[in-house]
T-cell receptor, first 114, second 110 residues
Framework: KAGVTQTPRYLIKTRGQQVTLSCSPISGHRSVSWYQQTPGQGLQFLFEYFSETQRNKGNFPGRFSGRQFSNSRSEMNVSTLELGDSALYLC?????????????FGPGTRLLVL | EDQVTQSPEALRLQEGESSSLNCSYTVSGLRGLFWYRQDPGKGPEFLFTLYSAGEEKEKERLKATLTKKESFLHITAPKPEDSATYLCAVVSGANSKLTFGKGITLSVRP
């Protein structure tokens, strides 16, 4: 079974631009969560999508948004990029997003904002 | 708010030297505690899930245990390929949001 895939793997953007990241979950998984990983803050939860609906949201500004499609694929968008947005963005999928379900992570998209 | 603290931040072991990694947590209604391994430049790889105090799980040289306040990841006779960052995360309440600790970077010398 193929794992979680994320594209692109690397991105370089400049301040003020916007970026869209993509995540394809494991086949059959309907819940997709996004996390930001930085050396200072570690892994932090951004949001979770299930059945094309945002079900949970972390403490990030409104510049961070996402969506999910009917095939469970998800995209994350960051508008008006800031230097502090440089990070590894990780996507994780699980069957139904239950609290006790294992979340499987993709390889991440490394974003560098100059 | 859920809190997870991992210690030590970094650990250097000689091959074959067993040790334990600690994960302390403060949550309201623990639903699950997860251990992941992360290699440089890669996403976290799932290792174990523990659901209730007293539970233990093993996989090769790794054994995870859980109490009401903390979890330990015991590494028996580690090998250089066990070198990685080990992440602990908790889930509480009804949602699936993972709250992570900062991780423990383990280095095993041959």
């Amino acid at each position: 079974k193929a794992g979680v895939t994320q594209t692109p793997r690397y991105l370089i953007k400049t301040r003020g631009q916007q970026v869209t990241l993509s995540c394809s979950p494991i086949s059959g998984h309907r819940s997709v969560s996004w996390y930001q990983q930085t050396p200072g803050q570690g892994l932090q939860f951004l949001f979770e999508y299930f059945s094309e609906t945002q079900r949970n949201k972390g403490n990030f500004p409104g510049r961070f948004s996402g969506r999910q499609f009917s095939n469970s694929r998800s995209e994350m968008n960051v508008s008006t990029l800031e230097l502090g947005d440089s990070a590894l963005y990780l996507c994780a999928s699980s069957l139904d997003g239950g609290a006790q379900e294992t979340q499987y992570f993709g390889p991440g998209t490394r974003l560098l904002v100059l | 708010e859920d809190q997870v603290t991992q210690s030590p931040e970094a650990l250097r072991l000689q091959e074959g030297e067993s040790s334990s990694l600690n994960c302390s947590y403060t949550v309201s209604g623990l639903r699950g505690l997860f251990w992941y391994r992360q290699d440089p430049g890669k996403g976290p790889e799932f290792l174990f899930t523990l659901y209730s105090a007293g539970e233990e799980k093993e996989k090769e040289r790794l054994k995870a245990t859980l109490t009401k306040k903390e979890s330990f990841l015991h590494i028996t006779a580690p090998k250089p390929e066990d070198s990685a960052t080990y992440l602990c995360a908790v889930v509480s309440g009804a949602n699936s949001k993972l709250t992570f600790g900062k991780g423990i970077t383990l280095s095993v010398r041959p």
